[in-house]
């Protein structure tokens, strides 16, 4: 049976499809886009994930969080995601962190992946995301979803504009819980997401590396503007010194 499990993926992918399956990949956040990009790298086959949220399942996540029922409601997402994702394919080794990612932890969490998808909603864990990212080398997938818009870009430390060259701090941030959010967004949003990982790890040709995609889907208006590198950067400066 696992021979036949990729079957249809390989005849895409060919050879290629085995760099998915020595894959280790860290997702932070598991909610609307978290929980459908690790649902989709578990049906990928990646060799291990490593899911982080601090956050329990509440039943206003149901209407978009894929991999939870009425049963997951109050349980740790990151333990729940695990348990769902295991009946789904046993060969993925899974490691769930229910915490807050920091600097103090971000290391010990996430130092053996190979590439990070963010999946969260606020912009310091994406701020603490990049700095890590950065100084370690280790290329991540920024994606986010709002209404029914969502944007995506891949940041490749020394090859591409950092997260903080582009993304400034929000004066009031607000999240899905207060703006509102579409399933339709975060499945379109997550989809994209776990391609342009494909495309990084099988290919090695990351579609929005450098770029940012905007999608619009209530108009449906779809675009990618190339990103530029600020010398004012503080966290491309400080990697510089």
């Known amino acids: 049976m696992r021979s036949l499990r990729y079957l249809r993926q390989e005849r895409i992918l060919g050879k290629e499809s085995k760099k998915l399956r020595n894959a280790s990949v860290g997702i932070v956040g598991i909610g609307g886009i978290g929980s459908n990009s690790a649902l989709l790298c578990t049906q990928l086959g990646v060799e291990k994930l490593i899911l982080v ?3 329990f399942v509440q ?3 149901l209407s978009r969080q894929s991999l939870f029922s009425e049963r997951s409601i109050g349980k740790p997402k990151a333990s729940e995601a ?25 290391g010990a969490i996430l130092g053996e992946t190979g ?27 920024f994606a986010s979803a709002f209404g029914m818009e969502c944007m995506l870009s891949t940041v490749i430390p020394g090859k591409t504009p950092c997260f903080q060259c582009w993304a400034k701090e929000p004066e009031v941030e607000s999240n899905c819980s207060e703006a509102g959010i579409m399933n339709t967004t975060t499945a379109f949003i997550s989809s994209l997401q776990i391609q342009e990982m ?8 990351p579609v929005f590396a450098g770029s940012l995609f905007y999608g619009d889907l209530r108009n449906g208006i779809f675009h990618k503007k190339k990103l530029k590198t600020q010398k004012d950067c503080a966290c491309c400066r400080k990697q510089k010194a």
């Open 198 to 205: 494909v495309n990084l790890l099988c290919f090695g040709k």
């Open 82 to 106: 695990e348990k769902i994702l295991h009946k789904i394919n046993s060969d993925v080794d899974i490691n769930a962190y229910q915490d807050q990612l920091s600097h103090k932890n971000v």
């Open 115 to 141: 590439v990070i998808l963010d999946c969260t909603d606020n912009y310091d864990t994406r701020k603490i995301i990049n700095e890590y990212a950065w100084s370690n080398k280790k290329t991540w997938i």
């Open 53 to 55: 949220d601090r956050d």
């Open 59 to 61: 039943v206003t996540n």
